[in-house]
C-alpha cells in the first residue's frame, strides 16, 4: 500500500551550494519543494 500525505527530509550532503527546487513526479504523483543551502538541504512534500 502507498503511504500519503506530508513528509519532510533533511540530510547533509557532500555537493556545496545554494538551490530552490519544486518538483512533481507524475508516475508516484508526488510534490516536492526542495531547499539547499550550504551543504545542508531541507525537502517538503505531499504525496497524493
Known amino acids: 500500500m ?3 500525505g506530508f513528509y519532510f ?3 547533509e550532503r557532500e555537493e556545496f ?3 530552490v527546487a519544486l518538483v512533481w ?3 508516484e504523483k508526488d510534490l516536492q519543494l526542495s531547499i539547499m ?3 545542508y538541504m ?3 512534500g505531499f504525496t497524493f
Request: proline share 6%; aromatic share 0%.
Open 37 to 39: 543551502l550550504g551543504n
Open 25 to 27: 513526479e507524475p508516475t
Open 17 to 19: 551550494g545554494i538551490s
Open 2 to 4: 502507498e503511504e500519503r
Open 9 to 11: 527530509a533533511a540530510e
Open 42 to 44: 531541507l525537502a517538503v
